[in-house]
């Protein structure tokens, strides 16, 4: 097994139809505004930029992103991710079950390039891990909150 690499799956019910999410989710510029553990958004041009995140854990990481997919018809965003994380993330947006909202799935895959998480793999992989999950569930709060103003 790969202790630096990850894979994430969280599926999130939204109480607003999926092209009411895809206008909050694809402006990630935004997204310090309402989740968070997302510290910094600075674009680079239309389809590109930096992240900076951090959760409950004391580090940072720092991503460059580049935009994969950008489907509103579809309801699917995907970026590529590099630096303190190589890899992808991707947002499938559709519409829930009986009709009612948005049914949101966020998938990445993610090999660690941050040394120092590298060398506490093994024995930090279940805060890491700990880690990530918080942060979802603080951004499905803070989405679900954000659907509401906008």
């Known amino acids: ?58 580090y940072d990481l720092v991503v460059a992103v580049r935009e994969l997919r950008r489907e509103p018809d579809a309801g699917i ?10 890899g992808w993330a991707r947002w499938t947006l559709a519409t829930a079950p009986g009709g009612a909202g948005t049914r949101a799935l966020y998938e990445q895959e993610v090999d660690v390039r941050k040394p120092l998480m590298r060398r506490l793999a093994l024995p930090c992989r279940p805060a890491f891990l700990l880690n990530h999950a918080l942060m979802m569930r603080d951004g499905r709060r803070g989405l679900a909150g954000r659907l509401e103003t906008v």
Request: charged share 25%.
């Open 1 to 58: 097994m790969d202790w630096c690499h990850y894979r994430f799956r969280s599926m999130w019910r939204l109480p607003r139809k999926p092209a009411d999410v895809y206008s909050v989710l694809e402006r990630a510029h935004e997204y310090p505004v309402w989740w968070p553990q997302v510290r910094e958004v600075t674009p680079l041009d239309e389809h590109s930029g930096t992240v900076r995140f951090r959760s409950l854990l004391p």
């Open 77 to 86: 965003l995907a970026v590529a991710m590099t630096g303190d994380l190589d």
